[in-house]
Nanobody, 117 residues
Framework: QVQLVESGGGLVQPGGSLRLSCAAS????????MDWYRQVPGNQRALVAT???????KYAESVKGRFTISRDSAGNTVYLQMNGLLPEDTAIYYC???????????WGKGTLVTVSS
């Protein structure tokens, strides 16, 4: 079984920063791809950033230059550094892992980010 636990969400003013963390536990591998998605109520969940097992990052166009995804050396914790936050970044942010051994998908419960003055 795999568990993903997000933390770091909260209320921040426009232009501010937050750092989200996602700790993965269970039967995972450092080569597994991990991602951050976000969802606004009434909308589909959208990919924000992804990082491969080799550490290669990719970003949605809307967050390029503002967000940075990274993972620790053990490969089981992924971070999302969010700078220059905008009101439209307000959403529930979810951590996702695609397990490379069997292509099973795992999700965290999400953490709420609210950008408002």
């Amino acid at each position: 079984q795999v568990q993903l636990v997000e933390s770091g969400g909260g209320l921040v003013q426009p232009g501010g920063s937050l750092r989200l963390s996602c700790a993965a536990s269970g039967s995972i591998f450092s080569r597994d791809t991990m991602d951050w998605y976000r969802q606004v109520p009434g909308n589909q969940r959208a990919l924000v950033a992804t990082i491969s097992g080799t550490g290669t990052p990719k970003y949605a166009e809307s967050v390029k230059g503002r967000f940075t995804i990274s993972r620790d050396s053990a490969g089981n914790t992924v971070y999302l550094q969010m700078n220059g936050l905008l009101p439209e970044d307000t959403a529930i942010y979810y951590c996702h892992l695609l397990r490379s051994s069997d292509f099973m998908n795992y999700w965290g419960k999400g953490t709420l980010v609210t950008v408002s003055s």
